[in-house]
């Protein structure tokens, strides 16, 4: 009661101080940031810490690829073991800093003959190394989770499980899906669920009794029905879809983005073009829900240096709990690049950049070619994105 009698305060406070009250993520950002000064004088500690407490953020990663020079590169020769850590090396502060940070493994972990395209097998340590960056869960439902067959896809989970990984999208068996299809993850008061399905397979049967999520609209319904009876604040859906190299969603993405949106799902990350796609974030009022839509966040670490193919966009979401209401406080994006450092015998470093950090600093890089390909990178990537992102904005860090 007392708890209730303070919020409806706050709230009076919050809408004489601006004018106007809503949920929609700039206006709650200003609200609070307002008024933090007079809710630490007039709440007890307690309550203030709740309020501030009740916020989980997330960090969505596109397509980890695992291409032939990314295997010899990563080779060590006189340990005769893989290391990929030098490959999240530029971003383990922006990676490890989310509650919950979530990436496509867009390789098998099969073991050994490790092949690149276009069947893949990655040592296990990468996957090793994206935990030790901060990658708390991976989704594996892609068109190449089945490159090396039952194996293939069983090894993977093994290792991950081995790892301490979450996991969704493939399965060993249907009995093991029906226990672990939808992730919850928990922070403060706030429990989302995670799903995730791909277009296909490369045309590879899935083998018996595995189950690889395929996006069915049946089958999702009823995976959001379900996943109701969890009492999640948020559903969100991670796609494996769209045309590959095409830089605007296509009629396919668009509509199975809104049929998703109708039948429950709040948030939906996308990913496979090997391009970056827009995002949204639309607004709710009292009748429709807010929502939002990445369609594709690109390459995180591949082998591909076309234009456009060299790059990817992590998606940072804030959720805030509030009145026993979560919504999404901020939405933005980073943007990443890879740089493709050559080192001895053919072999090279791939350091995924925070782009935005490095625009200004050509020095660091050995060859000013790469420098203007990362600055072509960041501003094709800012051309598209300012003009079809609907208010999500590039989130830029201070640098002192
Ligand atoms: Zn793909």
Known sequence: MRKIIYLNF????LLTTTGKLGFSQTDTTVLIYDTTDYINNMIPTSKVDSLKKNTMSLLFIGDIMGH???????YDAKTKTYDYDTVFSYLKNIMSEPDF???NLEVTLAGPVYKGYPQFSSPDALAEAGKNAGIDLFVTANNHCVDRRLQGLN???DVLDTLHILHTG???NKEARDISNLIILEKDSIKIGILNYTYGTNGIPVPKPSVVNVID???IHADID????????????????GSEYQSHPNKAQTDLVSYLFEKGADIIIGSHPHVIQKMMYLPGNDSIKEHFVAYSLGNFVSNQRKTRTDGGVMTRIVLKKENDKTFIDTSNYILTWVYKKPRTNGLYYYFILPAAEYENKKSFFKNPTDYEKMKLYIKNSRTLLNKENLKVTEFIKSVN
């Open 170 to 172: 493939t399965f060993k």
């Open 68 to 74: 032939g020079p990314q295997i010899r590169s990563a």
């Open 217 to 219: 609209t049946a089958v």
């Open 101 to 103: 940070t979530i990436a």
């Open 10 to 13: 706050l709230l009076l406070i």
């Open 155 to 157: 090894r993977t989970i």
């Open 226 to 241: 379900s996943s109701k009876k969890n009492s999640l604040d948020k559903l969100i859906i991670v796609l494996h879809f």
